[in-house]
């Protein structure tokens, strides 16, 4: 199970932090992911980090702004999130993929984040 939180209204250039705590099956995951959807659009990847490795991507439009990072001994990982723009306003969601699988199994149930002009 995931749980998302962090969310919240900041206005453009501040910054937010994410956080995602996970357990279960934690010792099954092999990458977590952080996803966001904005209203009217498609959900799109922000970015991963291995569980195990130091893995990192990020997509482009949040590279250099975004960071991405986990706490194992908490099984949790964070977004910190520094700039922020308007376009950035989305629900954001943690996800897991467990090893050996081919996609994200579990989700959260998403936090919203609003940043103002």
């Known amino acids: 199970q995931l749980q998302a939180s962090g969310g919240g209204l900041v206005q453009a250039g501040g910054s937010l932090r994410l956080s995602c705590a996970a357990s279960g099956r934690t010792y099954m995951i092999f990458r977590m992911g952080w996803f966001r959807q904005a209203p009217g659009k498609e959900r799109e990847i922000v970015g991963t980090?291995?569980?195990?490795?130091?893995?990192?991507t990020y997509a482009d439009s949040v590279k250099g702004r975004f960071t991405i990072s986990r706490d194992k001994a908490k099984n949790a990982v964070y977004l910190q999130m520094n700039s922020l723009k308007p376009e950035d306003t989305a629900v954001y969601y943690c996800a897991s993929r467990l090893t050996g699988a081919s996609g994200y199994a579990s989700w959260g149930q998403g936090t919203q984040v609003t940043v103002s002009s």
């Open positions: 980090i291995n569980w195990n490795d130091v893995g990192i």
